[in-house]
């Protein structure tokens, strides 16, 4: 695989960040890995950042870039904040176009959910992994106790715990120390204790995937996905995770947020006929009605003589097919178009 030249964006407050744009198709995935990770060129040439991105993306395009403060990006200008990191995540995504499918990890998430609430017309879904509303050092290998001590010594460490070799470890540290100054590090840190998004997540209206481990991050998560108006919940599948990216794959993407969009992955609605719509079966067509009369789920599932899981079933398959988000949407369209 071809690895991208280095571009370019700059911020609104002056800071110029590096990224690197994958080609494919559109909609781009555009990731916004856990600042303080390893830089996009080291990303760029290690099989396990790459490799999976390349498989997950299936030939459409993805982006990832530096925050500031980080690898090729620009440096830190003053006290930084969650809206200085919202500002990185805009610049890339001006420079870019969009729509795209967003992609956030661990303390990534706070600002990029600002910019998802503040731009939601770049967005058509955000995957969140392992989210949070209160910030919590302690769940995160990558800021071990002592960390600030010896900040070499904990990157030595850090990489040895992935499985690399003693002397691969300790080139990668200095690597990574290089490109993630300790200063640097300790100022995210700072960002994710100070980050308050507990308000905004009401104002994400865009598809959400909502991921975590069945761990102390799994409360956060579940926490997080309750508080937004369009999201499903997940915990890692039962399988051995060999990459540092875990074990997630495109399949499950699919399954859980790509059926939900308009992009191609899913059904787009068909054009109205004497008030029915042609893909949906004739169960599909009764679910609806119900859904359309305020009923609820427990509601339609007796009136139908169903189990509640079939009912949840039918209405995935009707949002696809409608071209909808979530019931809402999908009864607005019922009392347009249902005769």
């Known amino acids: 695989m071809d690895v991208p030249p280095i571009q370019y964006a700059t911020t609104g407050d002056g800071v110029r960040i590096a990224y690197m744009r994958y080609p494919g198709t559109s909609p781009a995935f555009l990731a916004t890995y856990t600042p303080g990770t390893p830089p996009i060129t080291h990303k760029a040439s290690s099989p396990g950042y790459a490799a999976w991105f390349e498989a997950f993306a299936r030939g459409q395009s993805w982006i990832w870039f530096d925050w500031r403060g980080t690898g090729s990006s620009g440096g830190i200008r003053e006290p930084l904040n969650v809206e200085h990191l919202a500002l990185d995540v805009d610049a890339v995504a001006q420079a870019n176009g969009g729509p795209f499918h967003g992609w956030a990890v661990g303390r990534s998430v706070p600002p990029t959910a600002y910019h998802v609430a503040r731009r939601p017309d770049l967005y058509m879904s955000l995957w969140m992994r392992s989210p949070f509303f209160d910030y919590n050092p302690a769940r995160e290998p990558l800021n071990r106790p002592g960390w600030d001590r010896d900040y070499r010594e904990h990157m030595r460490l850090l990489c040895m715990s992935l499985g690399m070799a003693h002397s691969r470890a300790q080139r990668v540290a200095d690597s990574w120390i290089r490109a993630v ?82 992009d191609g992955t899913s059904s787009r609605a068909a054009p109205i006929n004497n008030g029915h719509h042609p893909e949906l079966t ?49 009864t607005n369209w019922a009392r347009d178009n249902l005769a």
Do not use: C
């Open 181 to 262: 100054p300790q200063h640097s590090f300790a100022a995210y840190l700072e960002v994710a204790k100070r980050a308050e998004w507990r308000t905004l997540a009401a104002e994400i209206q865009t598809p959400v995937w909502v991921t975590a481990g069945r761990d102390g991050h799994l409360a956060d998560a579940a926490e997080v996905a309750a508080a937004l108006p369009d999201a499903v919940l997940s915990t890692w599948p039962n399988t051995a995770m060999n990459n540092p990216l875990g074990d997630w794959t495109r399949d499950d993407w699919d399954r859980y947020l790509g059926f939900r969009l308009e």
């Open 282 to 330: 004739s169960r599909e067509s009764e679910v609806l009605a119900h859904l359309a009369a305020s009923s609820s789920n427990a509601d339609i599932a007796a009136a139908l003589g169903l189990s509640p899981r079939t009912i949840d079933r039918h209405l995935s398959n009707i949002y696809a097919k409608l071209g909808v988000h979530n019931r809402v949407a999908a």
